[in-house]
């Protein structure tokens, strides 16, 4: 059974920076696609990133282009998360996902297989 753990979550002032990290282990074969959703209280769960782990090619939502870039280190099978500029808005709970399909371009938490347990990320103004 694969297990996601992620890291790195805290609390932040507006205009600041975290780097989140997660860490995939317990997997048979590589993931197709990587990334990272977020639920904020009262509000629906939505993907803020996805990178395909076989390449390069990543997806963000609208929101967070420009201010937040995904990476991976597949040799360590962890994804990552920078965090920049980050807004009150972006105060959520932060969830790594994996998908042992290739839909990295579709945001939908459906599509995701496996998730991580979450990393708060407050950001004050």
């Known amino acids: 059974q694969a297990q996601l753990v992620e890291s790195g979550g805290g609390s932040v002032q507006a205009g600041g920076s975290l780097r989140l990290s997660c860490a995939a282990s317990g997997y048979a074969t590589r993931f197709y696609c990587m990334g990272w959703f977020r639920q904020a209280p009262g509000k629906e769960r939505e993907g803020v990133a996805i990178?395909?782990?076989?390449?390069?090619?990543?997806y963000y939502r609208d929101s967070v282009k420009g201010r937040f870039t995904i990476s991976q280190d597949n040799a360590e099978n962890t994804v990552y998360l920078q965090m920049n500029s980050l807004e009150s808005e972006d105060t959520a709970m932060y969830y790594c996902?994996?998908?042992?399909?290739?839909?990295?371009?579709?945001?939908?938490?459906?599509?995701?297989?496996?998730w991580g347990q979450g990393t708060q990320v407050t950001v004050s103004s």
């Open positions: 990178i395909a782990t076989g390449g390069s090619n990543t």
């Open positions: 996902v994996a998908r042992v399909r290739a839909l990295c371009a579709y945001f939908s938490p459906l599509a995701s297989d496996y």
